[in-house]
């Protein structure tokens, strides 16, 4: 009885495992052709944290991007399962132009 239990917890433990890797590339995924439409450079994807909100767990994601190629800034995915409920950036600044 003690093996068919840790072979089960083996499995679950592997089955969250593959869960976890899965919503990370897909948040990569979805991030890249977010950037690409939005015409960002996007640097990094990691997860930041769990949070259960209104019992669901919900993963933060945070990303690293560019819109300008000098700058870096900080935005936010939001993902319930393999779902996007939420991504926010920051109000970009554009350089000052020079006088003419």
């Given at each position: 009885m ?56 919900l993963?933060r994601?945070r ?12 935005g ?25």
């Open positions: 003690t093996e068919l239990l840790g072979l089960l917890a083996i499995c679950l433990l592997g089955a969250g495992y593959w869960q976890v890797r899965r919503q990370s590339e897909f948040a990569r995924h979805w991030l890249e052709r977010y950037c690409r439409r939005q015409q960002f450079q996007l640097l990094s994807v990691y997860r930041y944290r769990y949070v259960w909100k209104k019992g669901r767990l993963a994601f990303f690293e991007f560019s819109h300008d190629g000098l700058q870096h800034n900080e936010d995915l939001w993902l319930q399962g393999l779902k996007v409920l939420d991504v926010s950036v920051p109000v970009l600044r554009e350089p000052p132009s020079p006088m003419l």
